[in-house]
């Protein structure tokens, strides 16, 4: 078995216990037989045990990726049957639409706080000429409220507004009034002190129990945990809420590939019950409530993001490890580097679409933004 694996590896340049910090040093020879079992979720379970190191295990996932071998780790009979019940259930039904802030989102701002830039973004930022994580993150926030042509006292629904970093920004910034809504008490508690000065009202609140009408809805990193059974109502429960000649901006990881992407150990440890869309769902069920106006695609500036995360991290570990085990940490470290290498090897990708009710009179023209216009 330790043969196939090296043959496996062999086109990625990986190798087993060789020199090169990309390649896998094995502590364990049943690593191969719970890889060949569990596939994906074998891989992350065995590293979250020690079973096997990395040094650049982000450039081991992006070789990885970009030689195809996450298919043939994935080719395994639990897999299949994963995938069937996946296609066959709604696993992002009203009952488990709190799950993934239960099991995620709420296991404690203080990671998140010492992770993520000042103002708690948790998504992609935007490096066309930032220097570091906060100005990357400034850059995306600017680049939403001018794609959205923000005024100000207009209303902005924002969906899965995390700690509130996005419906700060354009309350203090554009003078707008925003509700935001998160899935996640925690979130919810932080974004509320966070934003207690200012016109922005917080609600624990699953999308599909929203009334009211909006100028402006905005939903960043939130889509990933819809659900393709679900789309449909997603986008007209948005149109719903968009007054007529508004905008919607929705920002979102995408499959790289023509199908619905989810992976069993994501599933099981970081994202429960989350899937990322393949451009043509969202064409179909988007486009079937709205006009597409503008389809960005930064999915490369996630590499940085991911990995300025991780650092931070790691810098903060010396204070987190107290209230968290060392298999927390290894689970968190593998999180952030196997996401890293997918968009790298841009495998996955992080798209913006601006999206019309109605499509706007006179087109939508606004250019390409760059934090230099």
Not at 80 to 86: Q, W
């Amino acid at each position: 078995m330790i043969k196939r694996f090296e043959q496996m590896l062999e086109p990625a340049g990986i190798r087993l216990n060789g020199p090169d910090p990309w390649d896998v040093q094995v502590h364990n020879p049943d690593l191969f037989l719970r890889i060949a079992r569990d596939g994906t979720l074998g891989l992350g379970e065995a590293y979250m045990d020690g079973w096997w190191d990395c040094e650049a295990l982000d450039e081991m996932i992006t070789r990885g990726f970009r030689a195809g071998l996450e298919d043939k780790v994935r080719n395994n009979l639990r897999f299949l049957i994963y995938i069937v019940g996946f296609r066959l259930f709604n696993r992002q039904s009203r009952a488990r639409a709190f799950e993934v802030g239960e099991r995620h989102y709420d296991i404690g701002n203080d990671v998140f706080e010492q992770m993520l830039d000042p103002h708690m973004n948790y998504s992609c930022g935007f490096w066309a000429s930032a220097r570091n994580l906060e100005e990357a993150q400034i850059a995306k926030m600017e680049m939403i409220c001018a794609k959205l042509q923000i005024e100000a006292g207009m209303k902005v629904l924002d969906i899965g507004c995390g700690w509130g970093g996005l419906v700060r920004w354009m309350a203090r910034h554009h003078g707008v009034h925003v509700t935001g809504v998160t899935v996640s008490g925690e979130q919810a508690k932080l974004a509320r002190d966070r934003c207690a000065d200012l016109p922005v009202d917080i609600e624990v609140r699953d999308y599909r129990e929203l009334e009211g009408q909006f100028d402006r809805i905005v939903s960043v990193g939130m889509f990933e945990h819809v659900g393709q059974k679900n789309y449909q109502t997603f986008f007209s429960k948005a149109r719903s809420l968009l007054k007529d000649q508004g905008l919607f901006l929705l920002h979102t990881i995408g499959a790289g590939r023509d199908g619905f992407a989810t992976d069993r150990w994501i599933e099981k440890y970081i994202f429960p019950n989350s899937v990322l869309p393949p451009a043509p769902a969202l064409v179909r069920q988007a486009g079937a409530f709205f006009t597409i106006e503008d389809w960005h695609n930064f999915g490369a500036d996630y590499d940085p993001t991911l990995m300025a995360w991780y650092r931070n991290f790691n810098d903060a570990w010396p204070t987190l490890k107290a209230h968290y085990g060392e298999r927390f940490k290894r689970m968190f470290d593998y999180y952030l580097l196997v996401s890293a290498g997918s968009f790298r090897s841009r495998e996955n990708h992080l798209w913006q679409l601006v999206l019309s009710a109605g499509g706007l009179d006179g087109g939508y023209r606004t250019p390409r933004w760059s934090p230099a216009d």
